[in-house]
C-alpha cells in the first residue's frame, strides 16, 4: 500500500478547518492514516465524499473514556481513524449518518475540558523558561558577563537552550488556549464554528519552519558531540598544533633549561595538549594547556591560553575584555602566594599594531600573569606562571589574533 506523506497546513484546534482540510484529501482520494505533530499520513484510494470529525477525550476525569466513545460514534455510523493529542478523529461516508455534537452548549463543555489541559501545560511550560532563566542567571553571575558565560559555562548554555526550546513551545501553547477560548465563547453564544480563513493559516508555515529549525538543532547537537570527540585532544607538538593559529610555546620562551611535562593518559600529553571545541555562539575555540619545570633553577612553569572565533566578528573585542575581567577577579583559580586575600589586579593596555586590543595584568598577591588580545574576529586570554615578564612577548601575543 503506498503512503503520502503532507505537511499539516491548519492547526488541530481549528477544529472545523482541519475537518474541512481531510475532507478535500478525501475528494482528491487521499485518506488519513495517521495525524502526527508535523506531517499527515494518507493512503490513496478512489476519490470519494468522506465527512470527518474530531472530538475530545477527556482521559483524566473518566477511568477509560476511549471505549464508550468509540461506541457512542459507531452507533451514529462514524468510524474512528487515530487520534492527534486530546483529539480523536472519525469519519462516515454515510452522507444520512447523524452528527454526534447537535447542542452548542453541550460542546462547549467538553471544550472547557480540553481548555484547562491546555491551560496546564502553558503552566508547566512557563515554570520549564523560569527555570532555565534561573540556570542562565546563576552561570552569568558566577562568572561576571553573559559573554564569559557562554564560552565557560555549561550551566548558562544548558540554560539558554532550554529556555529557548520552552519558548519555542510555550508561545503556540498560548496560541492554541486562545484559539480554544475563542471557540468556547462561539458556542456558548449559539454560533456555530467556522475555519479559520485560509489566508491566516500560518499553521503549514510554521510546520515547515519546525522541520528546519530540528534539522539545524541536530546539526548543530552534531557537530558539537564531534568536537568533544578524544580525537579532538592531541599532544602539543609538531604533529599537534591548532589549525586556526600558531600558539605561543614555552619552549621557546623558557629556552634549552626548559623541559615540559611529557607525562601521558591515552597516549596524550594532558599537561602539553591541545583541543578544539565550540558553541553555537563561538563555533572555534582553542584550549592549549603547557606545563614544565626549569630544571636548573627548580622553577615550575605553566601557561593556559584559550583561543576564540566568535560567530559574529565584533564580539571580538568585547570577548576579550570579559575573559580578561573573568581571569583576574572571578576566577577562583588566580593562585594566591600567601594566605591574604588577593589584592588588586593592575591592568595595561598596550597599543600593538594589527590588534584592536591588547592588554596585561598582574597583582602583586597573584603568581599568575593575565594578558587578552584581541581584533580581527578574534579573542585570545592566557595565564601565564612562570619568570618571564608577559609584557616582553606582546608582539608574539599579538600575532595570535593577527589575520
Not at 131 to 137: E, K, T
Not at 138 to 146: T, Y
Not at 192 to 210: E, K
Not at 355 to 383: C, D, P
Amino acid at each position: 500500500m503506498k503512503y503520502v506523506r503532507k505537511l499539516i497546513p491548519v492547526h488541530p484546534y481549528d477544529i472545523p478547518g482541519t475537518e474541512n482540510w481531510l475532507e478535500e484529501q478525501a475528494a482528491r482520494g487521499l485518506y488519513l492514516k495517521q495525524y502526527g505533530s508535523l506531517l499527515c499520513t494518507f493512503t490513496r484510494d478512489t476519490p470519494r465524499t468522506v465527512r470527518y470529525r474530531l472530538d475530545y477525550c477527556d482521559t483524566d476525569r473518566e477511568p477509560d473514556p476511549v471505549p464508550g466513545l468509540l461506541t457512542l460514534y459507531r452507533k451514529m455510523g462514524w468510524e474512528y481513524v487515530c487520534s492527534t493529542g486530546l483529539l480523536l478523529l472519525f469519519c462516515t461516508q454515510d452522507p444520512y449518518a447523524p452528527e454526534p455534537h447537535t447542542d452548542p452548549q453541550t460542546h462547549a463543555q467538553l471544550l472547557r475540558q480540553m481548555e484547562r489541559k491546555v491551560k496546564r501545560s502553558c503552566s508547566f511550560l512557563a515554570w520549564i523558561l523560569a527555570f532555565s532563566f534561573v540556570l542562565s542567571l546563576i552561570g552569568v553571575l558566577g562568572h561576571g558577563s553573559l559573554l564569559t558565560a557562554l564560552t565557560l559555562s555549561d550551566l548558562t548554555n544548558m540554560g539558554l537552550l532550554f529556555g529557548f526550546l520552552s519558548l519555542v513551545y510555550l508561545i503556540p501553547a498560548l496560541l492554541d488556549w486562545r484559539r480554544v477560548h475563542r471557540m468556547i465563547v462561539h458556542l456558548e453564544v449559539g454560533y456555530a464554528l467556522t475555519p479559520v480563513p485560509a489566508g491566516s493559516r500560518w499553521y503549514g508555515v510554521r510546520n515547515a519552519s519546525y522541520l528546519l529549525f530540528l534539522t539545524l538543532l541536530l546539526c548543530m547537537f552534531l557537530a558539537r558531540a564531534l568536537l568533544s570527540l578524544p580525537q579532538n585532544l592531541w599532544s602539543l607538538g609538531t604533529e599537534g598544533r591548532p589549525g586556526d593559529f600558531e600558539p605561543v610555546l614555552l619552549t621557546q620562551w623558557e629556552g634549552e633549561d626548559y623541559h615540559p611535562n611529557l607525562s601521558e593518559y591515552n597516549g596524550v600529553t594532558i599537561s602539553n595538549s591541545c583541543q578544539r571545541t565550540g558553541t553555537l555562539l563561538f563555533p572555534t575555540q582553542w584550549e592549549v594547556m603547557q606545563s614544565g619545570s626549569i630544571v636548573k633553577d627548580q622553577i615550575s612553569v605553566h601557561m593556559t591560553l584559550h583561543w576564540y572565533r566568535p560567530l559574529f566578528p565584533a564580539l571580538d573585542q568585547p570577548l576579550a575584555r570579559d575573559l580578561l575581567d573573568y581571569q583576574t577577579v572571578h576566577d577562583d583559580a588566580a593562585r594566591r602566594v600567601d594566605e591574604e586575600p588577593l589584592g588588586p589586579w593592575a591592568v595595561t593596555e598596550h597599543q600593538v599594531g594589527g590588534v584592536e586590543y591588547l592588554a596585561t595584568a598582574s597583582s602583586s598577591n597573584s603568581e599568575y600573569q593575565v594578558a587578552a588580545a584581541a581584533g580581527n574576529g578574534r579573542a585570545v586570554v592566557l595565564r601565564y606562571w612562570g619568570p618571564q615578564d608577559l609584557e616582553d612577548h606582546l608582539e608574539e601575543i599579538a600575532a595570535m589574533v593577527v589575520s
